[in-house]
Every structure is written in C-alpha cells, then in structure tokens.
C-alpha cells in the first residue's frame, strides 16, 4: 500500500474511532438514566479504576504502551462523566417553573450561568448594556423592569459589582440573590444592605472558569453573610452536580483568596516578567525544554491570557492581598540568600518543608 492508500486507512480509522466514541456517549446516557433511577452516586471511583486497569492490561497484550490506553481512557470517562452530571442536572428540573435574571449574562461567566441555569429548566433573563444574545429575554438596563425572579445573579466585573448590589437593596427583590465575584470584602457593603433590607442574600464564588463542563473535583464557595436559608438555596442549585461545596466567611473567603489566587496568580506573573526581561529571546528558549520549565510555562501561558484588569483587582482589592505577596518576597529573598551563601543545609531544610506542607495538603484533601 502507497503513502496515499495509507492516509485513507487511517482516515477510515478515525471515522470508526469517533463512531465508536459517540456510541459510548450514548451508552454514558444510558447509564445516567440508570443511575437517576436507582439513586446511584454519577460519580463510581472503583468503577473508573476497573475501566483504567482493563485498559493498561489489554494495551499491554496489543503491544502499544499502556499510558496511552490510559490517557485516552480518562479523556473518555471525562467526557462520559459531563454528559452523566448534565443529564441529571436538567433531570431533576429544579428551575422548572422558575425564571433567573442574570446581570452581566454577556459577560464569560455570565454566560456559564445562564447555560447552567436554563439547563434546570430556568426561564432566563439576560441584562447586559452589551445587548441581547439573540436567544434570551433582555433587557439592557436590569432595572428597566420588575424582578420579581426567583433567582437573580449578579455577574459583572468587581469594580461595579458593590454599586449593584446597594442599587438591589433599594429594590428589595423577592427571590435568591447573590453575586460570583472573586473577592468579597469589596462587597461587603452591599451585601449588607441587602440583608438588612430584608433579601434572600448569599455570596458565591465558583473556583472555575467560563470552560468548565465538568464539576467533578471543582469547589463553588459559598459565603455566608448572615442568611443561612439563601446558602441552602445556592447550595442546591449545584446538589445534582459533582462540584465540593464549602461555605465561609466574608473575612476567610478572601484571606484564603489572597493565596488561592493572589499568591499563585503573582509566582506566574513573575515569572512570564523575569523571561520577558531575562535578555534571552523567545527564541532561544523555545529550543530548550524540561518537564519543571514546559509545566510552568503552561500554566504562566494561560495566566497571561487573562484580563489584566480582574487580575489587578483580584491583587489591588482584597485587603489580605499584601500578606500573600509579603511571603512571596520573603520565601524569594530567603531562596537568593541561600543560594548566595552557598548555604545547601539550609536549602535542603526549605525543599523539606514544602515537601512536608504538600504532603500534610494532600492528606488533608483525602479526608
């Protein structure tokens, strides 16, 4: 067979791949129904680890190497794993009934929340000065009208975020209320107001991005800001996924943001700016790889994709956001001293105790 007659097989063979794929897919909804039915978790992990070990061994007896099988086996039960959380999701309808506006619904996030939300059977409102999406109801000012919604989520960049909220107080809606942004003492205020005025108030922040279909292994924080019943609402819009939920304070919320986020989003920032300014070019570099420089540089490449402007508010607005980048300066500083002083105890005794912080971090995730 030529080089031509080649390419054709292979491309029958991915045709029959993606045939295959799609069949399991079905078979994945299939199974969904199932377990809705029997009331079985979607989520079976000594399932998965029986598809991953059958795999490695029938690649093993196929001669291709079993890391492989086992990358494409997880791509798999991924996806049948999506498709398993959004058929119950819509399943159990828990907005049948129901409408949501969602201010800022143009927006990246916005939009994951009215997919979410229309797919529990929310009738969707969209208020966004960025004009209609040309599917849902909108509104180009979200006091133009009522909003006598049974949910409403405020979902616009933090600088304009407070003002909303003070503005809703006055409107004192009936239905659950509650914002995504990343910080939450910047808001503090109106969501105070909110409360006192008598609104169903809660604070959300989900700890994802706008491409997210899977939940499983995620968090949605939930801060409580004095309505515990308006947690408990919030709480059940995510029940039928596989998202880990946890509720705070306002005050914890962002003392912890300002590590989660502020302190991981800085280390890369530095380090795309100590690149950029090294005086080696692009170039260069792009010859070189290691597994340590290719994961970071991943990671670096993703932040520098982000919007500066939430990124400098995540840093400049949280009021705990100095200590995170304090420690940052210090651990750097300590590290070049060492290193200076050719001190190796001393950096042998820095890699011991983040290596025992990283594993005392994991015990505590399997708890």
Do not use: C
């Not at 997210?212 to 919030?234: N, Q």
């Not at 070019?281 to 991943?298: E, G, H, I, V």
């Not at 750097?332 to 983040?354: C, K, P, W």
């Amino acid at each position: 067979m030529d080089l031509a007659g080649l390419r054709a097989r292979l491309t029958k063979l991915d045709a029959e791949l993606l045939a295959l794929v799609a069949e399991r897919q079905r078979l994945s909804e299939e199974v969904a129904r199932v377990k809705r039915a029997t009331g079985q978790a979607t989520r079976d992990f000594h399932r998965e680890r029986e598809v991953l070990m059958n795999a490695r061994k029938a690649a093993a007896d196929l001669g291709i190497p079993p890391a492989l099988a086992d990358n494409v086996l997880r791509l798999l039960i991924r996806s049948s794993l999506a498709t398993q959380e959004q058929a119950r999701v819509a399943a159990q309808g828990q907005g049948a009934g129901r409408r949501a506006l969602i201010i800022g619904g143009r927006g990246k996030m916005g939009r994951w929340f009215v997919d979410f939300l229309e797919s529990q059977g929310y009738a969707i409102e969209v208020a966004d000065p960025a004009g209609s999406d040309g599917v849902h109801a909108h509104r180009g000012d979200w006091q133009s009208d009522e909003l006598s919604h049974e949910l409403i989520v405020v979902a616009t960049p933090l600088g304009i975020t407070a003002s909303i909220l003070q503005q809703l107080a006055r409107h004192r809606p009936p239905g659950l209320v509650f914002d995504i942004g990343s910080l939450k003492t910047p808001l503090r205020q109106g969501l105070e107001s909110l409360r006192q005025a008598g609104v169903r108030v809660s604070s959300l922040h989900p700890m994802f991005g706008p491409d997210t279909d899977l939940l499983s292994g995620r968090h949605v924080i939930h801060v409580d800001v004095g309505r515990p019943d308006a947690v408990a609402d919030a709480q059940a819009l995510f029940a039928s996924t596989m998202a880990e939920q946890v509720v705070t304070t306002l005050d914890d919320h962002d003392r912890l943001i300002a590590y989660v986020l502020g302190l991981s989003h800085a280390i890369n920032i530095a380090f795309f700016t100590a690149l950029a300014e090294s005086g080696e070019a692009a170039p260069r570099l792009a010859r070189l790889s290691s597994t340590t420089f290719d994961a970071q540089l991943a990671v670096a490449e993703r932040v520098a994709e982000e919007s500066p402007a939430l990124y400098f508010e995540i840093q400049a607005l949280n009021q705990y956001g100095g200590e995170s980048l304090a420690a940052l300066v210090e651990a750097v500083t300590r590290l070049q001293s060492l290193v200076a002083n050719q001190d190796a105890a001393g950096f042998t005794r820095l890699m011991r105790q983040g290596q025992a912080y990283l594993q005392d971090r994991a015990a505590a995730r399997q708890t």
